[in-house]
């Protein structure tokens, strides 16, 4: 069904900024919550920011003012702008789509995720 392939991962120095691309193949891209979340080696997989069908938008709070989610409905695609960045956003970033049904089950859409490395 929905496939999600990111890029734009890479490495940069501190204070440097990336951005990261997901685009969306499968179901009705418009209707889908969408999100980016990370994992750095030895740890849980945590929400970086979610944007919602609507356009509603939350950030972790370690990324609050640095990070910026965006969604091109007609493109399928989701974008994280990532600025200022530290060697503490160092991490596989992980592109979700979700799907919610009438009765108000789930079903969550990985990518594959990409690699951002950021030097000190």
């Known amino acids: 069904q929905i496939q999600l392939v990111e890029s734009g991962g890479g490495l940069v120095q501190a204070g440097g900024s990336l951005r990261l691309s997901c685009v969306s193949s499968?179901?009705?891209?418009?209707?889908?919550?969408m999100g980016w979340y990370r994992q750095a080696p030895g740890k849980q997989r945590e929400l970086v920011a979610g944007i919602s069908n609507a356009g509603s938008i939350n950030y972790a709070e370690s990324v609050k003012g640095r990070f910026t989610i965006s969604r091109d409905n007609a493109k399928s695609t989701i974008y994280l702008q990532m600025n200022s960045l530290k060697p503490e956003d160092t991490a596989v970033y992980y592109c979700?789509?979700?799907?919610?049904?009438?009765?108000?089950?789930?079903?969550?859409?990985w990518g594959q995720g990409t690699q951002v490395t950021v030097s000190s």
């Open positions: 499968g179901g009705i891209f418009s209707l889908n919550a």
């Open positions: 979700k789509s979700r799907r919610i049904t009438v009765s108000g089950t789930s079903t969550d859409f």
